[in-house]
């Protein structure tokens, strides 16, 4: 590519399709100049909302689950989508709440790309380590195994500009009429990536970077 392209990217660490979609940036990222802005966009944020959404704890997972397996099918590292794993969990399904503000707090520190690696290791540790992401004690160590210091972390994550940031990420998406997830919008054309292989997500790229190009000589 000849130019940047800035990237909105809304995501919930919960949302396997997310996660299938992230490991498809990243190497778009790595081939195309690319600016991914990360949007925190939690779906249900608290154990109140999973069960207004979902109904039971057990009727939550057996129902996500079937995603995650519609979602394995789909995937590019379906042995990553650990069904089995989170089915035999000893907890109830979690709320994406805790993650986001984990990945709000790493990226005061460290910008999009501390955002971005946070958002990553969280999704491994829930869809494949089926680990309890919505645990602030959970989420702190994970935080230090990549690098952070663990109570400064923690502290960020009970600051209230934290999930304010948070509430910000909700009202952009709000403001950009942003539904569901994962969805990726192009800031210079307005235009939104539709989910699939990468070599889909290439051709995409490429004629929103000749799109842009074209407005780019009109003015």
Known sequence: MTRSLTIDFYHDVVCVWCFNISSRMRRLV????????????????SEQAMAER???????????????????????????????????????YPHGMVAALACKAAELISGHTGHWDMFDRL?????TEARNIADRDVVAGFAASIGYDRAAFVTLLDD????????ADRQHARRFQVYSIPTLIVRETGTRLVNGPVEDLRAQLSFALRLAEQ?????
Do not use: K, Y
Not at 34 to 39: K, N, S
Not at 58 to 69: C, F, N, V, Y
Not at 215 to 219: F, I, Q, Y
């Open 54 to 92: 979902w109904g039971t704890p057990d009727q939550a997972r057996e129902t996500i689950l079937g995603h995650w397996a519609a979602c394995r099918r789909a995937s590019d590292h379906p042995e990553d989508i650990n069904i089995d794993g989170m089915r035999q969990a000893g907890f109830d």
């Open 160 to 167: 209230p500009e934290t999930a304010r940031r948070v509430e």
């Open 123 to 127: 999704q491994h540790a829930h869809i």
């Open 215 to 219: 407005r780019e000589g009109a003015v």
């Open 30 to 45: 790595s081939e195309c100049d690319l600016d991914i802005r990360h949007r925190t966009f939690v779906l249900q944020d």
